[in-house]
């Protein structure tokens, strides 16, 4: 099978080790001109740690990961407000969960790219003639290329979504909420946050410190707002929005790189009826985003990546391993997205009675049983998918 994978991202890389480990001819295509360096910390836990075992890629994603102490909700003086220690946490992960930079993790992905894959970068794909028999794509250059099946791995403002289904408009569920990444230098800071993900334990809007091991610290931030556009200049946003915060917040302002190096981004779902049209399928962001607020984005882009790859090479046709990746993957994103959905409150709290009820809810992380309860929560319903997976094909590691 010859396959085109339009996205060099999580999603992509995962996809494009796995097809070619079963025999597929993959070129990939990226608009980027070399890897991405900006992104924020996440929690690599679910099915993504599942399929990152039985791929052989988890002792690399452990190894660039970060030992997290404790998540503290701190007020504008840095004193700890609330806070849940990480050890539990992981508990009801089953003890499978690994902070990672989402740049660290695409480079453990790319490590582990087969020789083999054809990637292309700064490269677009301007048209796509999508058939029942396979796909011609065209980049921005004039040249085309054929293949068996095209994958949109492009992230939620996929281009092989618009060319192929349809405008963002159709499928891209804005949450109203607006988040940005960056790094900085700050000695002082970076050892007042070590070992911990430190949040402002604040109402509207919000921002995250943690330590890097370069001596850099890294700043995640979410706002509310409803502008669909996003703002010429993301550091010249963030100072006016967040200007107002203490402790650790002025400092990391002012320190703000230059535009060009902040990621700025809307928080958005992709709710699609379906992530197929003849030879051309959807993964990851491009057709399943779930949001910051879920948690589980790049946890599900490997997972979904392990499943499609395993359901095309040991389905009877590429139409009957489509269909069994949806069938597989689409409950699992869905309670994911109602998740990220209900967890705006928690996440960002607009009143002190929400903001109050966190700091309940985070109190009551550290007796007997209601710690289950809460950290549960945050880690979400378990699934067998990618174990189920295994079992089907075979697959142990």
Known sequence: M?????????????????????????????????????GYMLDFFGPGYDAAEAMGIL??????GYQ???????????????????????????????????????????????????????????AVDNRADGVTVTSDDGSTLAA????????????????VFGPDADYVRDLGLHTAAFTFDDPQAHAEVAGRFCLTDTLHRTMGFYALRDGRVAVFAVHPSAEH????????????????????????LAACPPSEQVYYDRVAQVVMPSWTRRRTVLLGD????????????????????????????????IEAGLAGYERALRPVVLDKQATGRKSRRWFLPATRTQRWLRRASLALAGLP?????????????????????????????
């Open 229 to 252: 556009t996003l703002p010429a200049d993301p550091r010249a946003a963030l100072r006016a929005e967040y200007g107002a915060l203490g402790w650790i917040a002025p400092r990391a």
């Open 286 to 317: 491009a057709a399943y985003a779930v949001s910051l607020l879920a948690g589980q984005g790049a946890s599900l882009a490997v997972a979904g990546a392990y499943v499609l790859a395993e359901r095309l090479a040991r389905g009877a046709s």
């Open 369 to 397: 049983l209601a710690d289950r309860l809460v950290a549960g929560a945050l880690v979400g319903k378990p699934t067998a998918m990618i174990a189920e997976q295994a079992r089907r094909t075979g697959v142990s590691g």
């Open 59 to 64: 002792p690399g994603i452990l190894r660039l």
């Open 148 to 163: 068996d099946l095209l994958v949109g791995c492009d992230g939620v403002h996929s281009g092989v979504r618009a060319l």
């Open 2 to 38: 010859k396959a085109i994978i339009s996205g060099a991202g999580i999603a992509g890389l995962a996809l494009a080790r796995q097809l070619h480990a079963h025999g597929a001819q993959v070129t990939m295509i990226e608009k980027a001109p070399g890897p991405r360096t900006g």
């Open 68 to 126: 997290v102490e404790e998540l503290a909700y701190c007020d504008d003086s840095g004193r700890r407000r609330a806070g849940l220690r990480y050890a539990r946490f992981a508990k009801a992960a089953g003890g499978r969960v690994v902070s990672i930079r989402r740049p660290d993790l695409e480079q453990v992905l790319r490590d582990h790219l087969p020789a083999g894959v054809d990637l292309r970068h700064a490269t677009t794909i301007s």
